[in-house]
């Protein structure tokens, strides 16, 4: 049997924003919707 959880990350888009959240982390982040934002997404 595996210890290894599943990590599922949703991200809903809208103009100014990226709203991500990390299930089942629970951890909630936003970013500008800009290629600033972009980068610092993905870091």
Known sequence: ???NLSQTIGID???ASLDCHAHPAGA???FANTAKGH???IA
């Open 28 to 30: 909630e982040r936003q």
């Open 1 to 3: 049997m595996s210890d």
């Open 13 to 15: 888009i809208s103009k």
């Open 39 to 41: 980068k610092a997404s």
